[in-house]
């Protein structure tokens, strides 16, 4: 590690030659210890099968992990968007841009990006790679989430002191949530759960109440971790849309809500007929075809500027410029003699080196 120019190897590179040898070799002992401890403490995956039954552990602890606020629902659209991708895959290194990683959860590429910071701090996620010109960063899945299932740093003021979900009367460990995150993975690119339409809110409450059909507001505020004005707030658009119909304190999934197909209730006489009406009513249609657009547009003017940057440099190597220094020849006489090329009179003191360069004659004492 100290002698190769292996990548592995660089921060005790660095630590050598600020502080020592002795130091760098101490903090690859250590390093090395950390690492045999974790080995021998993580379950081994010796097979596929045993990577996918830990997947499947993984999914199980996303699914009854209180994500709470606008920024824990982004997140969890993230870790069940990366779940599919290594399952896919069959390991938990995976590839993707974040481009592809925003239209798959059905957000912005900013919102996307700020998802992956909020991962990567909470050390749920790995940035393996930065990525190719041709290929996406390269990542890594962390199977375990962190001992406490509250998680702070994916509220809207994280632990800042007086944040709206700061204080320990607040973040109490809640082993409550449950929701289905497969009809999560299947419905939340649809144009109807964007920011302004159904939302994050309302992609969880369709998710909990797949899971477990029958809950009144006060179960549907624990299993999908939303406040009790959101949960009625939600629980009314999807009435009037037919998706939910209310029976007594329980509310319960339409036959067809999960495809998008309301149902005639009290609520209501015009139920939605798809996910795309849904989406025309709430007033976000298009919005994913506008993101795939925008997402593409983006990508072509990357290729052609990447196409006019390597004209520009083979137009360079085949015809270098020459260095400012070096004499044209309009500039320089037969006779080797400098001239102004406006007047042709000869320039004193100014001659030619034998490289083809400026020269002046050193003044005489």
């Known amino acids: 590690m100290l002698d190769g120019p292996y990548k592995a190897g660089q921060h005790a590179r660095t630590l050598q030659h600020r502080r020592g040898y002795d130091k760098a070799a101490a903090w690859l002992h250590r390093a090395w210890d950390g690492a045999q401890q974790y080995i021998h403490?993580?379950?081994?995956?010796?097979?596929?099968?045993?990577?996918?039954?830990?997947?499947?552990?993984?999914?199980?602890?996303?699914?009854?992990?209180?994500?709470?606020?606008?920024t824990g629902k982004t997140d969890l659209r993230n870790l069940i968007a990366r779940i599919d991708i290594c399952a896919q895959a069959g390991s938990w290194d995976h590839t993707i841009s974040e481009r592809d990683l925003a239209e798959r959860m059905g957000c912005s590429r900013t919102t996307a990006h700020n998802s992956n910071q909020r991962l990567l701090d909470a050390k749920l996620l790995r940035q393996l790679d930065n990525g190719s010109p041709t290929e996406g960063a390269r990542w890594m899945l962390i199977s375990r989430l962190p001992s406490t299932t509250s998680h702070h740093w994916s509220t809207p003021k994280g632990p800042e002191a007086g944040g709206a979900m700061s204080g320990p009367a607040v973040r109490q460990t809640d082993t409550d949530a449950n929701l289905d995150s497969r009809t999560a993975s299947r419905l939340m690119r649809l144009d109807a759960f964007a920011h302004h339409g159904l939302g994050g809110s309302g992609l969880v409450l369709l998710a909990s109440l797949a899971e477990q059909d029958g809950q009144s507001?006060?179960?549907?505020?624990?299993?999908?971790?939303?406040?009790?004005?959101?949960?009625?707030?939600?629980?009314?658009?999807?009435?009037?849309?037919?998706?939910?119909?209310?029976?007594?304190?329980?509310?319960?999934?339409?036959?067809?809500?999960l495809e998008g197909t309301g149902a005639q209730t009290q609520h209501c006489t015009d139920p939605v007929a798809s996910w795309t009406d849904t989406a025309e009513r709430l007033?976000?249609?298009?919005?994913?075809?506008?993101?795939?657009?925008?997402?593409?547009?983006?990508?072509?003017?990357?290729?052609?500027?990447?196409?006019?940057?390597?004209?520009?440099?083979?137009?360079?190597?085949?015809?270098?410029?020459?260095?400012?220094?070096?004499?044209?020849?309009?500039?320089?006489?037969?006779?080797?003699?400098?001239?102004?090329?406006?007047?042709g009179e000869m320039i004193p003191g100014l001659h030619i080196a034998l490289d083809g360069r400026w020269i002046w004659a050193e003044p005489e004492a």
């Open 217 to 257: 507001v006060t179960e549907l505020q624990t299993s999908a971790s939303i406040s009790r004005s959101t949960a009625y707030r939600q629980l009314s658009k999807l009435k009037n849309l037919g998706l939910v119909r209310h029976e007594g304190e329980l509310y319960h999934l339409s036959p067809t809500a």
């Open 283 to 343: 007033g976000t249609s298009g919005a994913a075809e506008r993101r795939r657009r925008h997402h593409e547009a983006q990508r072509t003017h990357w290729r052609l500027e990447q196409v006019r940057l390597a004209e520009r440099r083979r137009a360079a190597q085949q015809s270098p410029l020459p260095h400012p220094a070096v004499a044209l020849p309009q500039y320089v006489r037969a006779d080797g003699c400098a001239v102004d090329p406006a007047t």
């Open 41 to 70: 403490t993580a379950d081994p995956l010796t097979t596929r099968q045993d990577f996918h039954a830990a997947l499947a552990a993984f999914r199980s602890r996303i699914e009854c992990t209180p994500w709470k606020g606008l």
